[in-house]
T-cell receptor
Framework: DQQVKQNSPSLSVQEGRISILNCDYT??????FLWYKKYPAEGPTFLISISSIKDKNEDGRFTVFLNKSAKHLSLHIVPSQPGDSAVYFC????????????FGSGTQLTVLP | DAGVIQSPRHEVTEMGQEVTLRCKPISGHDYLFWYRQTMMRGLELLIY????????DSGMPEDRFSAKMPNASFSTLKIQPSEPRDSAVYFCASSFLQNIQYFGAGTRLSVL
């Protein structure tokens, strides 16, 4: 039972354009969401997060949007750069879960120069 | 801070051997997590500790797997005996605030 789903295994975008990565969740108890970026042979690196009391959070080129009614979140990267090429994981946790994260399967983003 | 440190980075062993993976969390962090990443199952949580005490080990696949945290700066994940299906990348992560977990670089385990 996948509680966090990333339905696109891969995404290719031209440099300078917007990258949009999507994530869906099924557990209504999740109230905190994170995006991690992972390069080959490295561990996942925290990118940006959002609490369920918000619907948007920005950090530089990265913006996360949360639609609670649709149980959907997305990560926007504008403008995309070749260095953004990596696997992006969506993760979620619930208030009663003592910081336990449930991860999606990841989306490989390739930014073409 | 140097971040979460895992050792070894790569481990190749033969089926039936004991394997010990090590992790040093970020100083001051009170939670430590062990994950396994495989192509089939993605990133799955194996066990996590709070203040050196195991809280939830429901993700540990079998009794062959065990984890300890003898102090705030060190944890081990042991597989005894190892099997080829244990081949994966094992990550350790630690956290303190806001559910943000910081990951080590991982240990790539190959069991032949």
């Amino acid at each position: 039972d996948q509680q966090v789903k990333q339905n696109s295994p891969s995404l290719s975008v031209q440099e300078g354009r917007i990258s949009i990565l999507n994530c869906d969740y099924t557990n209504s108890m999740f109230d905190y969401f994170l995006w991690y970026k992972k390069y080959p042979a490295e561990g996942p690196t925290f990118l940006i997060s959002i609490s369920s009391i918000k619907d948007k959070n920005e950090d530089g080129r990265f913006t996360v949007f949360l639609n609670k009614s649709a149980k959907h979140l997305s990560l926007h990267i504008v403008p995309s750069q070749p260095g953004d090429s990596a696997v992006y994981f969506c993760a979620a946790s619930g208030s009663g879960s003592a910081r336990q994260l449930t991860f999606g399967s990841g989306t490989q983003l390739t930014v073409l120069p | 801070d140097a971040g979460v440190i895992q050792s070894p980075r790569h481990e190749v062993t033969e089926m039936g051997q004991e394997v010990t993976l090590r992790c040093k969390p970020i100083s001051g962090h009170d939670y430590l997590f062990w994950y396994r990443q495989t192509m089939m199952r993605g990133l799955e949580l194996l066990i996590y500790f709070n203040n050196n005490v195991p809280i939830d080990d429901s993700g540990m696949p079998e009794d062959r797997f065990s984890a300890k945290m003898p102090n705030a700066s060190f944890s081990t994940l042991k597989i005894q005996p190892s099997e080829p299906r244990d081949s994966a990348v094992y990550f350790c992560a630690s956290s303190f605030l806001q559910n943000i977990q910081y990951f080590g670089a991982g240990t790539r385990l190959s069991v032949l």
